[in-house]
T-cell receptor, first 113, second 115 residues
Framework: DTGVSQDPRHKITKRGQNVTFRCDPI?????LYWYRQTLGQGPEFLTY????????KSRLLSDRFSAERPKGSFSTLEIQRTEQGDSAMYLC???????????FGPGTRLTVL | AQSVSQHNHHVILSEAASLELGCNYS??????LFWYVQYPGQHLQLLLK??????LVKGIKGFEAEFIKSKFSFNLRKPSVQWSDTAEYFC?????????????FGQGTELSVKP
């Protein structure tokens, strides 16, 4: 399967701990997006990269959140000092520059106890 | 700010019934429009898209959607639903050529089809 992959699929952590998620986009896609989805809501945009450059961050992305895409391939999303309100599904998507169609991964479900 | 509104949170239909899910967006300029579907236990998949041209677009599995610019709407339709259409449906927009192509989603409509 050459789609978008995310790891881990599930993460349970205690409040105050740091967590890191990984996303591997479709190999030829140079744009990578992170979204967050809570129960009963649609995905909300967090940030996106074009190659290794982080070009936009949502106001939803507090200082505790950081994302990287160091070599323009996979990306990581780190949440420091997790809070219960961070519990959500974190989705990654990728696309080609100039193509508006985004392909989504299976998501990482985070539960903060 | 742009927003997307889906009219129904949960729709319950019997097999063979017709389906129409409403979607309205707020943005005065040119938009790209999408419907994504999430089947139980699966990831979001593109159902259909509209960029330009014929406002009636056909997608996979017999779905279609009509873009009505004057109403800022992009409603999803299917003449006869099947049990396998049970899923959550999301309408989304993006602004072409700027804003990096981020998608703005509606809150989703859960469709339950009774056999």
């Amino acid at each position: 399967d050459t789609g978008v992959s995310q790891d881990p699929r599930h993460k349970i952590t205690k409040r105050g701990q740091n967590v890191t998620f990984r996303c591997d986009p479709i190999s030829e896609h140079n744009r990578l997006y992170w979204y967050r989805q809570t129960l009963g809501q649609g995905p909300e945009f967090l940030t996106y990269f074009q190659n290794e450059a982080q070009l936009e961050k949502s106001r939803l992305l507090s200082d505790r959140f950081s994302a990287e895409r160091p070599k323009g391939s996979f990306s990581t999303l780190e949440i420091q000092r997790t809070e219960q309100g961070d519990s959500a599904m974190y989705l990654c998507a990728s696309s080609l520059e100039g193509d508006s169609v985004q392909f989504f991964g299976p998501g990482t479900r985070l539960t903060v106890l | 700010a742009q927003s997307v509104s889906q009219h129904n949170h949960h729709v319950i239909l019997s097999e063979a019934a017709s389906l129409e899910l409403g979607c309205n967006y707020s943005y005065g300029g040119t938009v790209n429009l999408f419907w994504y579907v999430q089947y139980p236990g699966q990831h979001l998949q593109l159902l259909l898209k509209y960029f330009s041209g014929d406002p009636l677009v056909k997608g996979i599995k017999g779905f279609e959607a009509e873009f009505i610019k004057s109403k800022f709407s992009f409603n999803l339709r299917k003449p006869s639903v099947q049990w396998s259409d049970t899923a959550e449906y999301f309408c989304a927009v993006n602004i072409p050529y700027n804003q990096g192509g981020k998608l703005i989603f509606g809150q989703g409509t859960e469709l339950s089809v009774k056999p």
